[in-house]
Nanobody
């Protein structure tokens, strides 16, 4: 079992920045991919970013590429999402997810564990 706990969400004005953190505990030694997804009210959960076990290969959805940066610190069992130039359309609950198997994927059913989510609200 793996437990994921997100933190760092909040309210920010458009153009501002936030950094989300996701701390993993439990059977973390075999985790391959770590990802971030988000879900806005009335919408499906969507892929935001993911990173492989090495922390050197990130993946982003087009709408956040160039504004968000995902990183991973395996020594701390933590994955981060630095979000810059935030827009009102980035408003959502952000979820951390973890997967045991390769390759890195963009679909929710590829991930084995999920955090409880953290709210990000961007005001215009």
């Amino acid at each position: 079992q793996v437990q994921l706990v997100e933190s760092g969400g909040g309210l920010v004005q458009a153009g501002g920045s936030l950094r989300l953190s996701c701390a993993a505990s439990g059977r973390t030694d075999s985790l391959y991919a770590m990802g971030w997804f988000r879900q806005a009210p009335g919408k499906e959960r969507e892929f935001v970013a993911a990173i492989d076990w090495s922390g050197r290969i990130p993946y982003y959805t087009n709408s956040v590429r160039g504004r968000f940066t995902i990183s991973r610190d395996n020594a701390k069992n933590t994955v981060y999402l630095q979000m810059n130039s935030l827009k009102p359309e980035d408003t959502a609950v952000y979820y951390c997810a973890a997967a045991y198997t390769a390759p890195v994927r963009w679909t929710t059913n590829a991930y084995d564990y999920w955090g409880q989510g953290t709210q990000v609200t961007v005001s215009s």
